[in-house]
């Protein structure tokens, strides 16, 4: 089993409302799952975020929490509901309506990863799924939900910041001949999930560091998002979906030569939304 389920790296002071979390940049694949996975190693990890959490990690140094998973998507989803279980993997689960990412093989326990490739040869029992939820799922999400509800409570607001990455294919289908390719989307359910300014401070981040933003598509965020996205009480949530391409080779899953330029370059970006949660935003915004 992978080693834990989460580490949460506090800040030395806490200074705002903003939390950052990875779901799925854990890398901590069992040798028991790997003997039982028709796939390779290094096929098995084509869904993982990988690298999300050293993009992420200097975010305790701006006075933010940053919470990340220990197990592998391919293991356990975190950004799924815990009911998201797959009849098709899981046996003695039964079908209970249509769930357009459980039919993809993309419940809370993965049938397949990336383009589709199966990770089992046959079944997993209800059992089983059901450890890894409550060894892995619950304790991820007690932990950001506590991380959330601290912050509301030191500062009056929560802001989620939940940090992926996405294959640079993935833009293909909404990249237009003549217009600098998307290299970042913001998630916030159509502003179900997040106050409208703050994803302005968020996309203005970005832009200033010089890469090119678009909202909700093809990305509007899933779980995650739906959950702690509560912008009448304050809580707020914003998925970010990084283009690998600009850090990692997606083939070999190993950073690129630009991988330290662009960490600096997000460094100032993760500074920016940080300053967003800080106590003189709130003051201004109620005056």
Not at 171 to 179: K, N, T, Y
Request: proline content about 6%; glycine content about 8%.
């Amino acid at each position: 089993m992978p080693k834990f389920a989460y580490e949460v790296i506090h800040p030395q002071k806490r200074l705002t409302s903003v939390v950052f979390a990875s779901p799925h940049s854990g890398s901590d694949y069992p040798w028991t799952f790997l003997r039982r996975t028709r796939l390779n190693e290094h096929s098995v990890r084509s869904s993982e975020d990988a690298y999300v959490d050293r993009l992420f990690e200097v975010a305790p140094q701006m006075g933010a929490p940053f919470i990340k998973a220990g197990a592998p998507r391919a293991f356990v989803d975190l950004n799924r509901a815990p009911d998201e279980l797959d009849p098709a993997l899981i046996d003695g689960v039964s079908r209970s309506g249509h769930n357009p990412r459980v039919a993809s093989g993309l419940g809370v326990i993965p049938r397949v990863v990336a383009n589709g490739k199966a990770i089992y040869s046959g079944k997993i029992s209800v059992e089983e799924a059901q450890q890894r939820i409550d060894t892995y799922w619950r304790p991820y999400h007690e932990a950001l939900q506590g991380q959330m509800d601290q912050a509301h409570l030191m500062f009056g607001e929560a802001i989620l910041i939940d940090c992926h990455s996405m294959p640079h294919e993935a833009m293909d289908a909404i990249s237009q001949r003549g217009v600098r390719r998307p290299e970042i989307v913001l998630g916030d359910r159509f502003g179900a999930a997040a106050d409208g300014a703050i994803v302005d401070r968020i996309e203005a981040a970005f832009a200033d560091a010089g890469l090119t933003v678009v909202r909700n598509m093809p990305f509007a965020g899933a779980y995650i998002t739906q959950k702690y996205g509560r912008p009448a009480r304050g809580r707020h949530a914003v998925q970010i979906e990084i283009d690998r391409s600009l850090y990692m080779n997606e083939q070999s899953i190993r950073p690129n030569g630009n991988f330290e330029g662009f960490k600096k370059v997000l460094r100032s970006v993760i500074a920016e939304i940080s300053d967003i949660g800080r106590p003189s935003r709130l003051s201004l915004a109620a005056e």
